[in-house]
């Protein structure tokens, strides 16, 4: 593995397994903040489940499950499990927090503003380093370029079956 790696996916994830225990720990104080996307959320997510599923309403559970996946997808990334699927869900868990959490549109204090926009700016900056690490093939080929691949494999292969096949033929 790579040093920029080895040193790089813990520094981003610290961020992420400190944020999900606190969210844990002050899931009700947050609750308040949360159910302004919650509320937009959980109907949204019921038009695309199936009628047997049940989408919780809850925002203090909500909190809680984004600070678990935090924590439990912060922790596979700082060690080098499964980073881009950790760091997609990690992802997944951060735009909904930052609407929820750092809405400085709302503000009237110019203060709070400008720390709101701060606190926004950043988890913005923070996505972009959780696509970088969720694009991240650490050098080997991608799934489309080894699907583009294994296409042109396959209809080379079957070109010299088809041609085998007709020289026997002849």
Do not use: C
Not at 51 to 79: I, K
Not at 126 to 134: K, S
Request: hydrophobic residues 50%; proline residues 5%.
């Amino acid at each position: 593995m790579a040093l920029s790696r080895l040193i790089a996916r813990p520094l981003l994830a610290s961020y992420f397994v400190a944020n999900g225990a606190q969210d844990l720990k002050d899931a009700p104080a947050l609750a308040a903040q949360a159910s302004t996307v919650t509320e937009t959320l959980a109907p949204a997510l019921d038009n695309a489940t199936p009628d047997s599923v049940s989408v919780p309403r809850d925002p203090v559970l909500w909190v809680r499950a984004s600070g678990a996946v935090q924590v439990v997808a912060g922790l596979a990334l700082a060690t080098g499990h499964l980073p881009r699927l950790s760091s997609a869900l990690l992802g997944a868990t951060l735009v909904p927090s930052t609407v929820a959490r750092h809405r400085f549109w709302e503000a009237t204090d110019k203060e709070q503003r400008r720390e709101q926009l701060t606190h926004f700016v950043k988890n913005t900056a923070l996505a972009g380093g959780l696509l970088i690490a969720a694009l991240d093939t650490a050098g080997k080929p991608g799934v489309a370029w080894r699907a583009k691949h294994a296409t042109h494999d396959a209809r080379r292969e079957a070109a010299l079956v088809g041609a085998r096949m007709k020289a026997r033929v002849h």
